[in-house]
């Protein structure tokens, strides 16, 4: 089977194993932290690197199903701002396979209509990496579908401490009264601004934490862990998630039909 036709069956799968789930009972926008690459390379006796050369497959798996589900976006978490502190070689690899998996699925996303965007910091990323992200984004910029996107160099306070940083220079500048800034005008200034909050947050891996991830965006998200590592997160496991998400009430600090 060549990688297109694994990409459209993972759409079908997707649609097949959800197909009893109303859209409107589907998330609109799922956030994953991809974690656990390392680990299970380690407990394969083989390098780290080869996990996450391993999990790109996931995640072309995970964007087809988001396709054919027809969610507005997916966000994944590819490099947090404190991955940095990670060895060299593994930055290095990790700035290798970005270029080239960006460059490789130019062909699919203009195919699958998918607009690809980018949050966090780019001016710590390699050249050629920064270079063809944005030539990316750009060959992207009218596509209509899912929007893709990519957190690279990204840290959640980090977010919301610029975002205040540019809110206070306004009104230090009498741009903005200070009494006019209520939680949606702040959400305008971040990052993730003009998308849905996300509605459900997958972590892989089996950590319990969100790990400086979309902290002003999750803020009512739904949650949901699974100790399968990255590179084994396949789309009978995304579905049971959103089939896991659709099973929830969903209160949002109200009670339900039942006073609870």
């Known amino acids: 089977m060549s990688s297109q036709d694994a990409l459209h069956s993972a759409g079908r799968r997707a649609r ?4 009893d789930i109303p859209t409107e009972q589907r998330p609109s926008h799922v956030a994953i932290v991809m974690d656990g690459n390392g680990r299970w390379a380690r407990n394969r006796g083989w ?14 798996r995970t ?9 507005r976006a997916l966000t994944l978490y590819c490099l947090s701002s404190e991955n940095w502190k990670r060895p060299a070689g593994e930055l290095a690899f990790l700035m290798r ?16 209509n998918i607009r690809v965007r980018a949050i966090g910091r780019r001016d710590r ?19 209509t579908g899912l929007e893709l996107v990519l957190a690279i160099d990204y840290g959640g306070r980090s977010e919301i401490t610029e975002a205040a940083r540019r809110l206070a220079a306004e009104c230090q500048a009498s741009v903005r ?19 849905p909050d996300p509605d459900l947050l997958i972590r892989t891996g089996g950590d319990l934490r969100v790990s400086n991830f979309l902290l002003w965006q999750i803020s009512y998200a739904e949650i949901w862990v699974t100790d399968v590592c990255w590179p084994d997160f396949d789309v009978e496991l995304y579905c049971q998630a959103i089939r896991d998400f659709a099973a929830r009430d969903r209160r949002f600090g109200g009670l339900n039909d039942f006073g609870s």
């Open 125 to 143: 990323l390699s050249g050629l990496a920064r270079e063809e992200l944005e030539r990316t984004i750009e060959l992207c910029q009218n596509h």
């Open 177 to 195: 009264d200070p009494a006019s800034i209520d939680e949606a005008v702040f959400g305008q200034y971040l990052q993730t601004h003009g998308l």
């Open 63 to 71: 964007a087809e199903a988001s396709v054919a589900l027809g969610m």
């Open 47 to 60: 390098q780290r690197v080869e996990g996450h050369r391993q999990g790109a497959g996931s995640v072309k």
């Open 16 to 19: 097949e194993l959800l197909a």
């Open 97 to 112: 396979m970005l270029e080239q998996f960006i460059v490789d699925e130019r062909p699919t996303l203009a195919e699958q």
